[in-house]
């Protein structure tokens, strides 16, 4: 099985993206965007304050009626993150994702981010996997 430190070594796009606190959360929408991305880890002197994620917008800027321009994203994070460790496996992400029901997972050691993992990062390893597991299969049938 996959580990989150094999996974990261082989992910194409490992640079780190992330916002401030005091960051609007219009700022936040724009850096999203800008890489293409759902979520976008919250710092601040180095350190993972919480997550920022569009599902954040939906429900405390959207449903609330307030405005992405007027609005910091330290009053709307997510700031209780779930992380994990580049040891762990790519199934306990996923159980965790499910368990936690959530779509982001920062990657952290010894205090340090080393990256993010996020749910399509997972379908992706998982379709990998199997793709590999078919190929093997087909060629052992077709040498016995």
Sequence with gaps: ??????FLES??????????????VFQALQVMAENDIGAVLVMESGDIVGIFSERDYAR????????????KVRDIMTSRVVYVTPQQTLDECRALMTEKRIRHLPVMEDQTVLGILSIGDLVRATIEEQ?????????????A
């Design 11 to 24: 992910k194409p796009n490992r640079a780190l993206v992330y916002v401030t606190p005091d960051s609007t």
């Design 131 to 143: 793709e590999q597991v078919i190929n093997h299969l087909v060629h052992y049938i077709q040498s």
């Design 1 to 6: 099985m996959q580990t989150v430190k094999q």
């Design 60 to 71: 405390r800027i959207v449903l609330q009626g307030r405005t992405s321009a007027g609005t």
